[in-house]
């Protein structure tokens, strides 16, 4: 996520709230997708709006603000999180990965990118990003991931297109699991 | 929709929380928010000062206070700024308070569990929570905290109806304390949902334990409304009882004091039904462990 | 995926392939652009102060407040408006087509004021609409505002306001009627009194919503050079948008451009227009400033178009064989509180009822009432699934009144291969004789019992269950004219790069336009899929177009990329001709390369041709390589499905589980299997959340109860099983591409299909009274079916 040493890190100051906010101001600095980020935000700018119209990051989507669709997930100090249920100012200081920066630094697709074109695991790509940030956060993680911890993972977002089945398709691809041997979903079935 | 105005603060101790809790009526803590956060947003809530209280370092501790002997039975206090993701994940917790870990496991999804916080649930008390419902059967001690001084709170006396605690106003929970269950405790934490990560329809969290002959047990029901409610009658009946098999008539006497209402997804008649279904489920789950 | 699918050997061209979608490497990366994503300098942003009533007059209104607050620009009452924008009429959707004209139907045209002046009629109605700042600034001002309202006396139940007497949902109408036609052949009344088998029962569909996760929006900025306007915009029809907005504010059409940019699903929710999408240019024409609105979930599922709701009151007859002589059917569908699109939805109802079946004596009444509940529109399948859930479940009450199989009732009464074309003797939407074109009915229904193996099933049933679920086998078959007209165009150019860009009318909401279009033209140019960019619904590029609804765009615009990939492809070769003093009968054009057939080495790129085309002597005194064509569908291309599902059913819990679910279907040519496969998989996803959680629900004042995503129940992925298909080509002969379409097929049987199911698996355990009149199957419900009240 940092960037290497030899390099200085850049940082960008982003654009302050409208002027007719009346509430109290926050400066805050926040490492997002390895670049640093400073700005002024009011206190009850919504992370995702904040990362959205004042970081420009529009890859976090809004379904529903109230953490029951999952199209805002990033991951906060690598864990995911409803970026639609966290003030801005709360990040001060924290490290946020949204969808921009899952590619690698040449450009190339990370492995559950990948899967999802492969897999053909997105129509519209509204709720894509939500997904793929959720289910990155397993692919990155050290202990093995199991089919029913990656269905309760998927259980967490809202796909009004593919009907799941190539997300899970392309989610066991990448985490390993495609062959191996269950059932999805709900169970064993009869 | 967009929270009203509202200025954000983050506490940088429990006593500057607690100051400005006491200097404004209308403040709100937000510790994970997963509660609080939907309620702004939807302009439910219009808190002029929204206290954070998530990065507070005194609150994000996991402690275990043991006794010197290992049979004592140990305490495990959970910090108000420590989220429910980092309970349930502890090697120490998952192995002691299995209950606890079972319990987190239902609430919502793990985005949500990655932010809420244990404390906060229970200050929230929502009536389809897990949590609140898991202090009464544990028999936790919340430990809240005002300019006025600190108190404890037992889970019994914690929990009113639904959304309602014995918190006042300018009070917040610092910690919450799970005595550690004997080994000889039986537990079983059982809820249905529509959907997964939804609120519970109805649940149950019971122990029972053998004591002097007769059979203690807490069997708390939750999601039918009120906060989390003990089935009494089945406790007494369960008293001096050979076997986890419960008469219908009991249940059937205990059934009829339950009230809940129909609500967009489901009929009264059947979250009773659920509620039947699952104590009987967790009254003979628990006797299996016991 | 598929288990069966019929290869006639690898396709030649790229029609026919799996491409991999030229649309997904943007949005994995979160480098799609939503119309919520678009930064334009000093947008405004737009908050609507929204009806909390059912049914009131507004009795005082005072807005100096909110007018007052700093970062408020504007604030527009309804006297504001009244005169400056003409009330909202979906002219496309209202027409009633001759034919149907002369079965004297009932259409009421009802124009939605664009601001609820003096009567407000639904929860959520727009009344005020302030724009500021920012979205939390528009917010605060709303908050501002004061209002009262004298209620009036609504009506919400759709039996109650269909009955005589019922409270006026629209103040100054004389009855709750928005819509009414009947229709039919044969003697309906005659042959059931015949029958030896009659069936009457009471099938109904809950309202659900479309919401797509993207909700509805649009961002609308001045042109400063022409003065027009500039909308971006989530809709599935552009070229409506733009001429509504043209005709309502007193703009030219060509001032007008609307693009739509991506879209995160639309469904048909975003097929209508809405006041919405008038107010917000109007208001960036009037401020002189960009404007944006994005809906937020709440208006989203409280004011934007609900779906569904209709009340099927159905009799079939048939003889002792299980051969259905007779249906009659007395259809409710609510419209809510205003007839926005008039017959679509209910004349589909009517005329898809009958599906694949042969019936002689037919008598289907539908009529649309008005409540006071949010207005509805077509959502997938647009009257079909409903249509489907009430005659499929009727087959299954016949099948259960002759102790014969479902599967076997539903054959006998097949239309079959050998009697294509068919002509049913009813009127289709368009109000001419409905004719299906192809298909082979029976062939789907043996493939659909083969799979999912109905005789294992039986006998499944037949052992004691392992662990206390009830199993239970359900299908379901229909089928959809696809295809709707009038038109849709395409416009080919070669660009100055060599490159070749399509233009139409027909944007993408998730289907693959860009992949799918750039297959078809790829083909009939000849050149590679990697030289073609798609730009799909930008009004700016092609005059004419209708839109994305409908199961539509593959027919209408595939067949006119096709055609103006033909023209073009002849232009090219004429004008290479001249370039490379040939004869355009010795050219060829593949994989982008002009070149003299038989010697390979003579040849140029279009890119050299493009640029050499201006100044050629002798040239036709064009300076480019476009073709512009618009194919018009002379009939539907009806295709069709069988669903068969097994599910497994918890009595203790209530919960349904589908253990397997099956789908074949047939869709005359596929261009791309992958993505035609997965249109249907998600189709199916939506129709499983409708049949088991999905519920639109108001209290009985007339309070939406479902508003947030915490309440409105959506599917989630442990609720989809995988889904097998299979799957039969009969092509089309409406049209040269021999292509059907199929964006809505798979939302079409689910209903019908699981609650089939359901129904078997609870009789079979002896409940042997049960029937599902509706759903959705939530456990609460299915609970309340398994343990009457005693």
Redesign the interface.
């Known amino acids: 996520m940092t960037e290497s040493s030899n390099r200085t890190t850049p940082v960008r100051r982003v654009s302050s709230p409208p002027a007719a906010e009346s509430t109290a101001r926050h400066n805050i600095t926040v490492d997002i997708n390895g670049e640093t980020i400073e700005a002024e935000v009011e206190s009850r700018l919504l992370l995702t709006d904040f990362l959205r119209d004042r970081v420009y990051l529009t890859g976090t989507h809004i379904g529903c603000e109230q953490g029951s669709c999952g199209a805002c997930t990033v991951l906060l100090d690598g864990l995911p999180v409803r970026s639609c249920l966290m003030l801005a100012p709360q990040v001060d200081g924290r490290s946020v990965r949204t969808v921009e920066g899952l590619a690698a630094p040449d450009g190339a697709l990370s492995p559950m990118q990948q899967a999802f074109c492969d897999h053909h695991g997105l129509q519209c790509g509204f709720c894509t990003p939500g997904f793929l940030m959720t289910l990155t956060s397993l692919a990155e993680r050290e202990t093995p991931v199991t089919l029913n911890e990656l269905d309760h993972h998927l259980d967490s977002s809202f796909c009004r297109c593919t009907g799941y089945m190539n997300i899970r398709a392309a989610a066991r691809h990448a985490l390993g699991l495609a062959h191996v041997e269950g059932k999805p979903a709900q169970g064993d079935g009869t | ?10 506490a940088t101790s429990v006593d500057h929380a607690i100051e400005l809790l006491a200097s404004d009526n209308d403040a709100r803590l ?1 510790a994970g ?2 509660s609080l ?2 309620v ?4 439910l809530g219009a808190p002029e000062l ?1 206290v ?1 209280i ?1 990065r507070i370092d005194e609150l994000r501790s996991l402690e275990f206070a043991d006794g010197d002997v290992p049979a004592t039975r140990g305490v495990l206090r959970i910090g108000a700024a420590m989220t429910q ?1 980092e309970v349930a994940t502890h090697p120490d917790v998952n192995g002691r308070w299995p209950m606890l870990v079972a319990a987190i496991a239902q609430i ?5 569990r ?2 809420g916080t244990v404390c906060g649930s229970l200050a929230h008390n929502d009536p389809q929570a897990e949590l609140p419902a898991v202090a009464v059967a544990l028999g936790a001690t919340m430990i809240a905290r005002s300019v006025r001084g600190e108190r404890s709170l037992s889970a019994d006396d914690m929990f009113h109806g639904a959304f309602t605690t014995a918190l006042e106003a300018d009070e917040m929970i610092t910690a919450v304390e799970f005595p550690e269950p004997s080994p000889e405790q039986g537990w079983s934490f059982r809820e ?1 949902s ?4 939804d609120f519970a ?1 109805a649940g149950v969290a019971a122990v029972v334990r053998r004591n002097a002959g007769s059979i203690e047990s807490r069997l708390v029901v939750f999601g039918l409304g009120g906060g989390p409610t003990r089935a009494t009658l089945i406790e007494e009946a369960l008293l001096n009882a050979a076997g986890p098999d419960l008469e219908s008539s009991v249940i059937e006497q205990w059934a009829a004091t339950l009230d809940p209402v129909d609500d ?4 009264a ?3 009773i ?2 509620a039947q ?1 699952l104590l009987v489920e967790a009254v003979a789950e628990a006797w299996e462990r016991m | 995926m598929t288990d069966h699918r019929e290869h006639s050997g690898e396709p030649e061209g790229f029609v026919g392939r799996s491409m991999p979608r030229v649309e997904d490497d943007r949005l994995v990366r979160g480098a799609g652009r939503f119309v919520a994503d678009l930064h334009v300098a000093d947008a405004l942003e737009v908050a609507f102060l929204r009806s909390t009533y059912a049914h009131a007059r507004i009795v005082r209104l005072d807005t100096s407040a909110a007018r007052a607050m700093p970062g408020v620009v504007a604030v527009y009452e309804p006297s504001d408006v009244v005169d400056r924008i003409k009330p909202l009429v979906n002219a496309e959707e209202m027409r009633v087509p001759p034919g149907i004209a002369e079965l004297g139907p009932i259409n009421k045209v009802q124009p939605a004021p664009i601001l609820a002046g003096d009567e407000v009629s639904y929860v959520g109605q727009p009344v005020i609409m302030v724009i500021a700042e920012s979205r939390y600034l528009a917010e605060d001002a709303i908050e501002l505002i004061d209002i009262d309202y004298e209620e009036l006396p609504a009506v919400v139940d759709l039996q109650e306001a269909a009955a005589p007497g019922a409270p006026l949902v629209l103040c100054g109408e004389e009855d709750n009627i928005g819509v009414h036609v009947r229709h039919g052949k044969g003697d309906a009344a005659k042959a059931i009194a015949d029958a030896p088998v009659v069936v009457h029962e009471t099938f109904s569909t809950q309202r659900y919503v479309c919401a797509p996760i993207e909700t509805r929006g649009l961002l609308a900025q001045k042109d400063p050079f022409s003065g027009g306007l500039t909308v971006w915009s989530t809709t599935q029809t552009p070229h409506r948008v733009r001429d509504h907005i043209a005709e309502s504010i007193g703009l030219r059409v060509d001032d007008v451009r609307v693009q739509s940019v991506d879209v995160g699903g639309g469904f048909g929710q975003k097929g209508i227009l809405i006041v919405e999408e008038l107010l917000i240019p109007f208001a960036a024409h009037d401020l002189v400033r960009p404007v944006r609105w994005i809906a937020d979930r709440y208006e989203n599922l409280t004011a934007d178009a609900h779906a569904r709701e209709q009340i099927h009151h159905i009799t079939v007859a048939a003889d002792n064989e299980g051969h259905l002589v007779a249906v009659h059917d007395r259809i409710l569908v609510n419209l809510g509180a205003r007839n926005m699109v008039g017959l679509v939805v209910p004349y589909n109802a009517l005329c898809h009822l009958l599906g694949p079946y042969h019936v002689d004596n037919v008598d289907i009444e539908t009529t649309g009432v008005l409540t006071n509940t949010t207005f509805t529109s077509p959502y997938r399948g647009a009257g079909r699934p409903e249509a489907t859930f009430a005659m499929e479940r009727a087959i299954d009450t016949v099948a259960a009144a002759l102790g014969m199989e479902p599967a076997e009732v539903r054959r006998r009464n097949l239309i079959g291969p050998e009697q294509m074309p068919y002509r049913t003797g009813m009127l289709d939407r368009r109000g001419l004789p409905q004719e299906y074109d192809s298909g082979d009915y029976p062939e789907m229904l043996e493939r659909a019992v083969a799979m999912i193996d109905l005789p294992a099933v039986r006998e499944k049933q037949s052992l004691p269950g392992v662990d206390g679920r009830l199993i239970g086998v359900g299908f379901a078959m229909y089928l959809e004219m696809t295809g709707l007209g009038p038109f849709e165009g395409a416009r080919v150019d070669v660009t100055p790069s060599g490159r070749v860009r399509l233009y139409t009318g027909a944007p993408s909401q998730g289907q693959g336009h860009r992949t799918v279009f750039a297959q078809i033209l790829a083909d009939a140019l000849g050149v590679d899929i990697t030289d073609v960019d798609v730009v799909a619904g930008d009004t700016a590029t092609i005059p004419y177009g209708v839109g994305t609804i409908a199961s539509r765009a593959l027919v209408t615009a595939g067949n006119a990329t096709r055609q103006a990939g033909e023209l073009l492809r002849q232009r090219i070769l004429d004008a290479a001709a001249d370039a490379m003093e040939s004869s355009a009968a010795d050219l060829e054009l593949t994989g982008g390369m002009i070149s003299v057939v038989g010697s390979p080495t003579k040849s140029m790129s279009l890119a050299e041709l493009i640029r050499a085309v201006p100044k050629l002597i002798g040239g036709d005194g064009s300076d480019g390589l476009s073709e512009t064509s618009y194919f018009q569908p002379p009939n539907y291309a009806t295709a069709s499905g069988v669903h068969a599902v097994v599910v497994a059913v918890d009595p203790e819990t209530g919960r349904v589980e589908i253990v397997d679910y099956v789908v074949v279907h047939e869709a005359g040519r596929i261009v791309n299997p992958m993505i035609a496969d997965a249109q249907v998989v998600g189709g199916v996803g939506q129709g499983i959340g409708g049949i088991l959680c999905e519920h639109m629900v108001y209290d009985g004042n007339g309070q939406p109860v479902t508003s947030t995503f915490a309440d409105y129940a959506m599917p989630l992925a442990s609720m989809v099983p995988d889904i097998r298909l299979d799957e039969i080509v009969c092509p089309s002969p409406t049209n040269p591409m021999g292509v059907k379409g199929l964006g809505e097929g798979g939302a079409v049987g689910p209903p019908a299909a699981v609650a089939n199911a359901v129904e078997d698996a609870l009789r079979r355990a002896g409940h042997a009274d049960v029937t599902i009149r509706t759903g959705p199957l939530t456990p609460s419900r299915v609970l309340d079916l398994v343990a009457p009240q005693s």
């Open positions: 929709m967009k929270p009203s105005p509202l200025d954000y603060v983050r937000l928010g997963q956060m939907p702004l947003n939807l302009r929204v954070d998530g993701t919502g999804h793990p985005q949500i990655n932010r249905f529509r959907q997964p990560g329809t967009a997804h489901t009929s008649r059947s979250k039904r659920h279904r």
